[in-house]
């Protein structure tokens, strides 16, 4: 998901209706990357989170590279830079292990909640590289979106597990963040998905290169994949194909259209989609996870100043 201070498309008098459907593709790409949380839960488990994250980006660079050679062309291809792709793409890979391990301790509807905290950590990222002020909004809106995730992990129930894995989920988010960033200012003339392709195409390389080592070695086994269900394999497409490629290339189309403001508020829905999905499938519903999700985005609110924390003159 990327970080830019302007869309990535000159914004125009747009008509009413272009702006509903940029908020509907938002919209998906955040539905689409919620439902491959549970869905992750089927196979989380099954590979060290080297090993799944490295998989996972192949299968999300193998569905991405044939678009963008379809949709650019191979001469644009050539041209790319690629080392400046795989290290990019290392911060971004760094992000998605992250997910994953942090996933493993905490479960989906931590990883989502510690993730709709991204619009604040881009924020912050602003402030400290691009001089952004400090304001009072910006602080209540950290102090708040940290306190709804407290409340929302139940970290007393959960213990030091939950809380390391909410630690990994964030670390993810400050990666991710900084990644998505640098993906828009170092590769400003490629296209949405030539951006996503190459930097999801680095991130492969990287942690393909983390994964294997252990093997080369000895210190680990390679993954086998024999004993692995039609549901497990399935959930692992939703999780690479849906909730990596196709929601990145949508979240970056969307984010053309609207700017990174609007777009990155529809993050803040995510824990509610992921607790609605697990709902659907029998799951209980936890009134004090809602209500922390629910901190959070009213923290994230009021940083970005849509809810103002006096009158204005």
Known sequence: MTLSSEPLVPPGPAPSGGLVKANLVCMLSMLIW???????????????AEQ????????????????????????????ANWLKGIGVGGLIGLGAWALVAGQARGG???????????????????????????????????????????????LQAGGASLGLGAALCFLSVLTFTLGSRLTVTAFPDLSPIGRTALTITGAAITLSVIAGLPVASGHATAPDFSGWTVQQFGALLLFSVGA?????????????????????????AAP?????????????????????????????????????????A
């Open 34 to 48: 919620a439902a491959g949380l549970p869905a992750a839960e089927l196979v989380i488990r099954l590979l060290p």
């Open 52 to 79: 799944l994250g490295a998989v996972r980006m192949l299968l999300a660079a193998a569905a991405l590279l044939p678009v963008w050679l379809a949709v650019d062309g191979a001469a644009v291809l050539r041209r």
């Open 108 to 154: 989906p509807v931590t990883a989502a909640v510690i993730s709709a905290t991204m619009p604040v950590v881009g924020m912050a990222l602003e402030v400290l590289l691009d001089g952004r002020k400090i304001t009072l909004a910006l602080v209540a809106g950290l102090a708040l979106a940290l306190a709804g995730g407290v409340v929302a992990l139940d």
């Open 244 to 268: 990596l490629a196709v929601s990145q290339l949508l979240w970056i189309i969307s984010v053309g259209k609207l700017g990174i403001g609007t777009s990155s508020l529809h993050i803040n």
């Open 272 to 312: 509610f989609y992921v607790m609605l999905i697990l709902f659907a499938f029998g799951a209980a519903w936890d009134w004090v996870q809602v209500g922390g999700a629910a901190l959070v985005g009213l923290g994230v609110l009021v940083a970005q100043g849509i809810i103002p924390l006096g009158r204005r």
